[in-house]
Each structure stands twice: as structure tokens, then as C-alpha cells.
């Protein structure tokens, strides 16, 4: 199994990023996808998440109405446009995948994990 985070960079306030994380090893479509994220000296928390089966997301209050969560099951790919980046997202940012059908944000629900990629949103 392996999840492959990339898009993270240096952006400015204001600004935009696409991260992408490619899965493989397991039957990606029935896999609850989801994002979280962790800055420095903070616990790990969660993002965004798409369920397989409803197709609903969910979103962290912090970033509704600006981050966007979709997935490509014909590419085993889940995406999280990131829009009116703040300096406050500036983290780690990971994905992970789930077998449970749901918006669930427990990390504990979660099976697999990226490695990560780092966000800094910096002027």
C-alpha cells in the first residue's frame, strides 16, 4: 500500500495550491479519502474528507468554503485544492485512506497514511 502526497511548495497569502496523492495497493474506490494536517508543535488534525460510497464531504470550519476535496477513482488519485491560503495552513499535509463509509475525522478510523507534503504560505 502507498500514498503519495505532492503539490505542497511556498506560497503567499492569498495564493493557491493543488495538492494530489496517488494511491495504489488497495481498491482505491472504496476507500474513504481524506486530508489532515499537522504544523509544528500541534497535534495532527483533520481537513477534508470525501466519502466513497455517498460521495459527501466534510470540512474543517477553519477551512470550509476555501479548500476543495474531490477524488479520480480511474486515476486512484484524491485532490485538495487549496484557495485563500492563510500563514495559519502552513503544516504537513496528509492523506489518508479509510475502509468505513463516512465523513469520519478520528484519525483512529483511518488504515493508511502519505508520508506528506509541506505547506508554508509566507509573504
Known amino acids: 500500500v502507498q500514498l503519495q502526497a505532492s503539490g505542497g511548495g511556498l506560497v503567499q497569502p492569498g495564493g493557491s495550491l493543488r495538492l494530489s496523492c496517488a494511491a495504489s495497493?488497495?481498491?482505491?474506490?472504496?476507500?474513504?479519502m481524506a486530508w489532515f494536517r499537522q504544523a509544528a508543535g500541534k497535534a495532527r488534525e483533520f481537513v477534508a474528507v470525501?466519502?466513497?460510497?455517498?460521495?459527501?464531504?466534510a470540512y474543517a470550519d477553519s477551512v470550509k468554503g476555501r479548500f476543495t476535496i474531490s477524488r479520480d477513482n480511474a486515476e486512484n488519485t484524491v485532490y485538495l485544492q487549496m484557495d485563500s491560503l492563510k500563514p495559519e495552513d502552513t503544516a504537513i499535509y496528509y492523506c489518508?485512506?479509510?475502509?468505513?463509509?463516512?465523513?469520519?475525522?478520528?484519525?483512529?478510523?483511518?488504515?493508511?497514511w502519505g508520508r506528506g507534503t509541506l505547506v508554508t504560505v509566507s509573504s
Open positions: 470525501s466519502d466513497y460510497r455517498t460521495r459527501k464531504t
Open positions: 489518508a485512506a479509510s475502509p468505513y463509509h463516512s465523513t469520519r475525522r478520528d484519525t483512529n478510523y483511518y488504515d493508511y
Open positions: 495497493g488497495f481498491t482505491f474506490s472504496i476507500y474513504t
